[in-house]
């Protein structure tokens, strides 16, 4: 099980999001950092490989494509920091 951390930006879009902005994408985005939170390692949760560790989860509801962009850190403690939160600019 791994810890999740925010970047600034999409702890910024997290917090409009549940601010009732996107409720639908808001579940689908809470699902996903469930997933990522219990297994970093799971396929589901590493559906786009970008460079340097980086990895994608696309999210969508029925009107709206988001995109996570996260890595993963192993130093002190299993950590993941998501450093992107919101639309999906390759759907």
């Given amino acids: ?13 997290y917090a409009a999001l549940e601010k009732g902005v996107g ?4 579940d689908a985005i809470a699902a996903a950092l469930d997933r990522l939170e219990a297994d970093p390692g799971d ?5 786009r490989s970008f460079r340097d560790g980086l990895w994608g ?9 988001g995109l996570i ?5 192993t130093h002190e ?3 993941v920091v998501v450093h992107y939160l ?6």
């Fill in 1 to 13: 099980m791994a810890s999740i951390a925010f970047d600034p930006q999409p702890h910024e879009a």
């Fill in 57 to 65: 989860i696309p999210v969508r509801d029925r009107t709206e494509d």
């Fill in 23 to 26: 409720e639908r994408l808001l």
């Fill in 77 to 79: 403690q299993d950590m």
């Fill in 43 to 47: 396929a589901a949760v590493r559906r």
């Fill in 86 to 91: 919101g639309p999906d600019p390759f759907a």
């Fill in 69 to 73: 962009i996260w890595e993963y850190y």
